[in-house]
């Protein structure tokens, strides 16, 4: 367990400051939407919450599945590695704890965890994985000033436009993942 | 839905605001994830022209250009206000929830830490109900998604003539 700087890689609960959708109110609609978005959402506070706007959350787990889990491209714990970073870089602690879990899971070790608790900004144990942090980093913190000396460093690394677009994507995700998380409720510490 | 290139489904938003077209090889990049390019697509649209009750398209599309010129992201700003100038209610009056969905929408875009609970309470006030909320904070946070692939497909188009043989 890794408890650093206000974050951690335990498992958290959310809870909502809406009204989520109680399941037996349920249209046909909103349980296919919620059943197709997470194994857990008929009982998630947070995709009970978004299943208020069933056709929007289709699309946005339509677009979030396919990001963080389409085989090929971008090995997946490098796209768990950028949402890590955005992630604390935003200072969504429940969004992180979910992303640290899934590397350590994916690339079987927890040192790079421990890094970007610490300071995202340095993160990484190999030249590859700093590249990728500090490309999430600027992608959240500066996307207006975003150029081509910010994707010089990933085709150095020897990666095709595929793989950058696939981090790019699992970044941009973040942008959009953490602000839910953090606008609609909040992180229950254990 | 009513953008410019509805006609040719070969371009998108996320295009068009990059500056992508058919024949650029980055234009084909994106579409070895052809699922993200339909769902990022698909979200622009329900998000925006997805009825919701007490948010009206035209509000939607005022809150996404103030959030795109807001980031520094022109081309997606642009393509909001077209829409708005294109949309049949946009002389009809803004509702007077507009200033408060318009601070909800700007302290979100530029720092997410700033959410907290009293910003959800204030839509509430202005007469938003709960399923009205969770359109415009999926419609913001999309948006910051949206202009970041955008910035990022930029930031490669420009150095793409250096990088490759």
Same mark, same amino acid.
């Given at each position: 367990? $890794?408890?650093?700087?206000?974050?951690?890689?335990?498992?958290?609960?959310?809870?909502?400051?809406?009204?989520?959708?109680?399941?037996?109110?349920?249209?046909?609609?909103?349980?296919?939407?919620?059943?197709?978005?997470?194994?857990?959402?008929?009982?998630?506070?947070?995709? =009970?919450?978004?299943?208020?706007?069933?056709?929007?959350?289709?699309?946005?787990?339509?677009?979030?599945? *396919?990001?963080?889990?389409?085989?090929?491209?971008?090995?997946? %714990?490098? !796209?768990?590695?950028?949402?890590?970073?955005?992630?604390?870089?935003?200072?969504?602690?429940?969004?992180?704890?979910?992303?640290?879990?899934?590397?350590?899971?994916? *690339?079987? !070790?927890?040192? #790079?965890?421990?890094?970007?608790? &610490? &300071?995202?900004?340095?993160?990484?144990?190999?030249?590859?994985?700093?590249?990728?942090?500090?490309?999430?980093?600027?992608? #959240?913190?500066?996307?207006?000033?975003?150029?081509?000396?910010?994707?010089?460093?990933?085709?150095?690394?020897?990666?095709? &436009?595929?793989?950058? $677009?696939?981090?790019?994507?699992? @970044?941009?995700?973040?942008?959009?993942?953490? !602000?839910?998380?953090?606008?609609?409720?909040?992180?229950? =510490?254990? | 839905?009513?953008?410019?290139?509805?006609?040719?489904?070969?371009?998108? @938003?996320?295009?068009?605001?990059?500056?992508? *077209?058919?024949?650029?090889?980055?234009?084909?990049?994106?579409?070895?994830? +052809?699922? @993200?390019?339909?769902?990022?697509?698909?979200?622009?649209?329900?998000?925006?022209?997805?009825?919701?009750?007490?948010?009206?398209?035209?509000?939607?599309?005022?809150?996404?250009?103030?959030?795109?010129?807001?980031?520094?992201?022109?081309?997606? +700003?642009?393509?909001?206000? *077209?829409?708005?100038? %294109?949309?049949?209610?946009?002389?009809?009056?803004?509702?007077?929830? =507009?200033?408060?969905?318009?601070?909800?929408?700007?302290?979100? #875009?530029? &720092?997410?830490?700033?959410?907290?609970?009293?910003?959800?309470?204030?839509?509430?006030? +202005?007469?938003?109900?709960?399923? %009205?909320?969770?359109?415009?904070?999926?419609?913001?946070?999309?948006?910051?998604?949206?202009?970041?692939? @955008?910035?990022?497909?930029?930031?490669?188009?420009?150095?793409?003539?250096?990088?490759?043989?």
């Amino acid at each position: 367990m $890794i408890r650093r700087n206000g974050f951690t890689d335990e498992s958290l609960d959310w809870r909502s400051w809406l009204a989520p959708l109680q399941i037996a109110d349920a249209t046909p609609l909103q349980l296919e939407v919620l059943d197709e978005s997470h194994a857990q959402s008929r009982t998630s506070p947070y995709y =009970l919450t978004l299943a208020h706007q069933p056709l929007m959350l289709r699309h946005r787990s339509a677009a979030y599945n *396919a990001i963080m889990y389409a085989p090929g491209g971008l090995p997946r %714990a490098e !796209r768990e590695l950028g949402a890590m970073v955005v992630s604390v870089s935003n200072g969504c602690v429940y969004c992180t704890s979910v992303h640290a879990q899934r590397f350590e899971q994916l *690339a079987r !070790r927890s040192d #790079t965890v421990e890094q970007v608790f &610490d &300071d995202p900004a340095s993160a990484g144990t190999s030249e590859r994985e700093r590249a990728i942090a500090r490309f999430a980093i600027a992608v #959240t913190e500066r996307p207006h000033a975003l150029g081509a000396d910010d994707i010089a460093p990933l085709r150095a690394l020897g990666m095709r &436009d595929e793989e950058i $677009i696939d981090l790019l994507h699992a @970044v941009a995700i973040f942008g959009w993942a953490n !602000r839910l998380m953090q606008n609609l409720g909040e992180p229950v =510490l254990p | 839905m009513s953008t410019p290139d509805a006609s040719n489904p070969e371009i998108d @938003v996320i295009d068009r605001a990059a500056g992508l *077209a058919p024949g650029d090889p980055l234009h084909a990049a994106r579409r070895f994830r +052809a699922k @993200v390019v339909e769902a990022s697509e698909a979200s622009h649209d329900a998000l925006l022209h997805q009825p919701v009750e007490g948010l009206s398209t035209e509000d939607r599309l005022r809150v996404a250009a103030h959030v795109c010129t807001a980031a520094g992201a022109a081309s997606l +700003a642009q393509h909001y206000q *077209a829409e708005l100038a %294109a949309a049949a209610g946009r002389d009809a009056p803004p509702s007077p929830a =507009l200033p408060a969905m318009l601070q909800f929408a700007g302290a979100l #875009t530029s &720092d997410p830490r700033r959410g907290d609970r009293a910003a959800i309470e204030a839509l509430r006030s +202005a007469g938003l109900g709960d399923a %009205a909320i969770v359109a415009l904070a999926q419609l913001v946070a999309f948006l910051a998604y949206q202009l970041r692939v @955008v910035a990022g497909l930029r930031a490669m188009h420009a150095g793409a003539e250096g990088a490759r043989p």
